[in-house]
């Protein structure tokens, strides 16, 4: 079900930057009608660039929060629901839960824990390459 809300929620933002950019290059066209020079032209042009990349940024950001939704949705389905899973000894209690005991966050988590990096410590989706003793 996550992954259809964040499909939505994707193309919702996709629609907002589109509606955005419109608007950018609808203010470019009106700035360029009542300028008088050359440079004037080019600074309507500029604020219509700076204004598309906002946008842009703006949609990525949108994306980045839904994966992060629907990380945190499914770690806390894994680690609330599903029940305790021990890898390696390792007790950290699960972000976001509100639970302590011997639950841990999915492998290849970016979520921040107690402390410490947030970069993955394994490659997404998978083990450590030595997990069970295969290479």
Known sequence: MQPIREKVSNAAAAGKEHVDIFKAKAEEKAEKAVARTSEEKRIAEEVRK???AQ???ELHEAKARHAAETL???QIYLGGI???HHHHGTTTPMV???QVGQQNPVMGSTVPTTGG???PSH?????PPTHHGHI
């Open 50 to 52: 700076a204004k598309e």
């Open 55 to 57: 946008a842009k940024m």
């Open 72 to 74: 945190q949705s499914k």
């Open 82 to 84: 599903v029940g305790p």
């Open 96 to 98: 976001g839960t509100g």
């Open 117 to 119: 990096t947030v970069a």
């Open 123 to 127: 490659p997404l989706g998978g083990y």
